[in-house]
Structure formats: structure tokens, C-alpha cells
């Protein structure tokens, strides 16, 4: 499975770091949302969906957690544990994500607004619409 690392560029000083993200930039498409996940309980399992058509960018901007990718053919485990790493989540790809350390602040970036239509929240039909190809 192909994964994307995105190394995001900090811009370090003696006054600490900062990193800029920008649509079609390092970040590679139109940022329409903004969301994150924080006060993750410990033994928490989240996620457990796919996109139609969603693409994602994660950054877990302080503390750390983990992700399972699913292409419906293999499965891959991600470590998130620096905010100058991205991972970017294509259309498609089931995901879990875990081991939240308590501190763990996830943002995502996505490239549409909500929409519970472009979801796919079981597995069993993830996986058929990945095998017929739709
Ligand atoms: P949910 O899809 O259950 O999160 P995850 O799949 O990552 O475990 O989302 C939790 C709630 O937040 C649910 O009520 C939908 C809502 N939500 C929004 O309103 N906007 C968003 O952009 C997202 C991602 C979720």
C-alpha cells in the first residue's frame, strides 16, 4: 500500500517553531474543513469508516495516536507522534485510529464540508464496493 507521508517544512527560530499549511501547497488540495479530536479517552477506537471521495490530511499537532489503513486489500499501521507530520488519507481507505496519548490533539484537514453521504460505515460493504471496483 502506497502511503503519503506528508514532512511538513517547520520554520524553527530561537523563539520556537511554526508550521504554515497551504491549500494546493503542502497541502495537496483545497482545504474546505477543519476539524480535530481531543480528550481522547485512552482505550478509545475511532474512526471506522471510509470515504467515497474525501481526501484528508492528519497531523496530530501535540501527543500522538495511531491509525489502521485499510485499502481492502491491506492493512497498515501509522504512528502520528510529530506536528510536522502529515498523512495524507486518500478516497477509499478504511480507517481506525487509536493509542490516543491523553495529550493528543488530531487535526485533520479535508477537502469537502461534512457529508454523512460520502460515508461508508460498514466494512463488509466497504469491502464489496472496493472489490467491484465502484
Ligand atoms: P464521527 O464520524 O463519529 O467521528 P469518527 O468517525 O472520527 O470517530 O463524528 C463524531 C461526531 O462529529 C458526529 O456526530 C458527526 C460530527 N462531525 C461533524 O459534525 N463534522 C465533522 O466534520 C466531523 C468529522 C464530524
Not at 486489500?73 to 478504511?94: C, K, N, R, Y
Not at 477537502?111 to 460498514?122: G, I
Request: aromatic share 10%.
Amino acid at each position: 500500500m502506497d502511503i503519503k507521508h506528508i514532512q511538513l517544512k517547520s520554520c524553527g527560530d530561537e523563539r520556537g517553531s511554526l508550521i504554515a499549511l497551504e491549500e494546493k501547497s503542502n497541502i495537496p488540495f483545497e482545504i474546505k474543513r477543519v476539524y480535530y479530536m481531543f480528550k481522547t479517552g485512552e482505550d478509545v477506537r475511532r474512526g471506522f469508516h471510509a470515504h467515497k471521495t474525501l481526501k484528508q490530511v492528519a497531523i496530530a499537532v501535540r501527543g500522538s495516536c495511531k491509525f489502521l489503513l485499510d485499502d481492502g486489500t491491506e492493512q497498515i499501521t501509522v504512528t502520528l507522534d510529530h506536528p510536522a507530520q502529515g498523512l495524507l488519507i486518500e478516497s477509499f481507505m478504511w480507517r481506525e485510529m487509536f493509542d490516543f496519548s491523553p495529550d493528543c490533539v488530531l487535526m485533520v484537514l479535508a477537502d469537502q464540508l461534512y457529508d454523512e453521504a460520502d460515508y461508508v460505515r460498514n466494512y463488509d460493504q466497504f469491502i464489496a464496493q472496493v472489490q467491484s471496483g465502484e
